[in-house]
């Protein structure tokens, strides 16, 4: 057997090392792009001449075979890979796991499906290493840039989203949302631990965990329109902006799973009175029945509200919601009686009745997340 290490780089005194890393590592988030992969790549080859970059595709399994292209034209190119998550989704998380699977000092993230102007990235890294900054942003809201096509409902979300985000950048970014930039690995190595990595705001993670303030330029690019595939923009990306932001604020003491759990909870008792409002003062029911018609109409809300919401990312559909919507009543209802009991037992030994009344909530509702999370919302198996 005969092996040729060619690339194998042994440093020695009178030779200094060479540095194979590419100088720009680009990472491209894939869910279902087959068809912009081909194309996009040979955008970056003749927007990037006279550059060393690689491309780390970070697919999210995607049903139409986008790896298995990828992997196809890595025995074209070589400077192309992909990495394949099998049983995980998100934006943000790929473009950190892919990152990390990289030694370049520069790292430039942009989406597979060309709205992102790919002729800017050679400026972008100049600007970068010319600069020394951390971070260079494409901005579509400096002078030069524009939104394309973008509907008047997603450009009032994104201002939405931007003044959101000013709670937790502590940055004056003309585009918070943007998932286009180039920034240097020593920038993303002294974030990363910090990254909550959740949803699909990766820009504003970066900034929001870093502890310095953040160098940054911003670059004008004209968002272009999607030719091939489908936006995975939907409500679910709203729920998880917000998600992002209160954890950042938070400092991820609270878990944001459990305070999204609460706020339904909250929505929970004002159904609650609102039906027995309902059902007694209006309908003429006893107050028994209209109690439990109460109970139950809020259960249901609940259980609806919190399977759409706090445990979005683990839906239950058809059977299993109906026999999840079981479970859940049950261990409510054992949440029920240990708040009552808790509750009973302080306020027997002389804690003031709020506080005893309070403390039995705070046991119940911890309980109800608890097993709620464990069992009715089970993670996935893999
Ligand atoms: N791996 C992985 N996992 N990739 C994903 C996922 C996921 O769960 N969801 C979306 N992507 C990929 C898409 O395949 C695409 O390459 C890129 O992420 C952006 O998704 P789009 O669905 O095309 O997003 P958009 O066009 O609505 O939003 C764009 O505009 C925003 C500006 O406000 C994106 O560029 C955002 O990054 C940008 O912030
Ligand atoms: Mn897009």
Known sequence: ???????????????????????????????NERGNIRPLLERLHNALAGVAYEVVVVDDDSPDGTADEVRALAHEQDNVRCIQRIGRRGLSSACIEGVLATVSPAVAIIDADMQHDETKLALMLRRLQDDGLDIVVGSRFVPGGGVGAFSARRLRLSRVGKFLSRLVTRADLTDPMSGFFVMRRTFFDAVAHRLSGKGFKILIDLFASAKEPVRFAEIPYTFGTRIAGKSKLDSHVMVDYVSLIADKLLGGLVPTRFLFFIAVGLFGVFVHLSVLGLAFRMAGLGFYVSQMVATFMAMAINFQLNNIVTYRDRRLHGLDLAKGFVLFVLICSVGAVANFQVAEMLYDNGVFWAMAGFLGAVVGSVWNYGVNTTLTWRAAKR
Do not use: F, G, N
């Open 1 to 31: 057997m005969s092996m040729r290490p060619v690339h194998l780089v042994t440093p020695s005194a009178s030779e200094p090392a060479v540095d194979h890393a590419p100088q720009l590592s680009i990472i491209v988030p894939t869910y």
